[in-house]
């Protein structure tokens, strides 16, 4: 592994954005960067947070600083987590093994792919005690997704996303050109008992009926008779990603469903989507106490964070900026991406008189 000097790094995501650029190549950085249509709701997330500002007060005693949150009933001692990303592997050798080991020693809480390049098992291993999902994305097997299911319960998963915002044939105009993408991040099939069973031949054998059978029983969409029925196949808290519609905030909270992420995919499933930082606070109004909201889209910094747990997330999810921050240095570049995130929060929370994300309120941030 190469260390570089701290000081050689990037610093701001803009700065990650373009490193990983030179990194990438255009193929695989499209594969992060781009979404859908024009890319208009990917720039329009960014530009939702640029719209609302820090409302600083006269410091008070803020020497003591906690950036820990409460989610579904869990202490994560910071209020952001890692979002789900397909097949890290494809832009860094060992990729997801190197996110997990970041995490465990940044104490980051983990969303696992439900199409990770290595099994939940030994995510699992590697992470620790550190908070750690899984993201399950809706399939016409049910006995696969029982098998899912069962092996991240047995593997200490503290819950389960499910993503259920994804949409068939995603229209990308500039997206990437090829296909290669997907030969990653197929190993929690591959390594699955049940989905083996279904296949004439091992994937080691016959690689492509194994990937053409995943197409095959991947769904686009999760209805609310199935998710009522993958609730009640675990004691794990469920959480829906991809929630932009307080109705359906309120749909989650009727079948027990414990939490909610506010999200667009990050702009990768439709253009021309509302921010779901635009129908954040509407959400948080309605849903109240009730189930955990949780946001993702456009976080680029600490600030962002902040700016979102003023308007009601209880903690957000990073994408992009991390998966920059490992295509450029590997665990380095996360361990810094982390570092300078808490400094940045650290830094807002001091300006807003505040000792405590939990202090953070609407009355801390405005729109101009």
Known sequence: MVTRRMADLPVSFQEWERAARRKLGEERFAYVASGAGSGSSVAENVEALKKWKLVPMIQ????????SVEVLGMDFPVPFMLAPVRGLAYLRENGEE??????????VPLVLSNLSSITPELVSQLMGKTPKFFQLYPCSDLEIVDSFIRRVEQAGYQGIFLTVDTVPGVIQYSGPRTNEY???GNEVYFSDPVFLSRLKKHPREDRQAALDMIR????TRFTWEEITRIHKMTNLPIV?????????AL???SIGVQGIVVSNHGGRSVDAVVSPLDVLPEIREA???RLAVLYDGG????????????LGADAVLVGRAYVYGLAVAGEQGLTAIFKMMNREIENALVSLSCSSVGELERSFVRRV
């Open 60 to 67: 008070r005693n803020t020497t003591s600083l906690s950036l």
């Open 98 to 107: 190197i996110c997990a080991r970041a995490a465990k020693s940044s104490t």
């Open 182 to 184: 997907q030969n990653y």
């Open 216 to 219: 095959l029983i991947r769904k």
């Open 240 to 248: 829906l990603k991809g929630v932009l519609n307080p109705r359906d």
């Open 251 to 253: 749909e989650a909270i």
């Open 287 to 289: 849903a109240g106490d």
């Open 299 to 310: 976080i680029h910094s600490g600030y962002d964070i902040v700016k979102v747990l003023a």
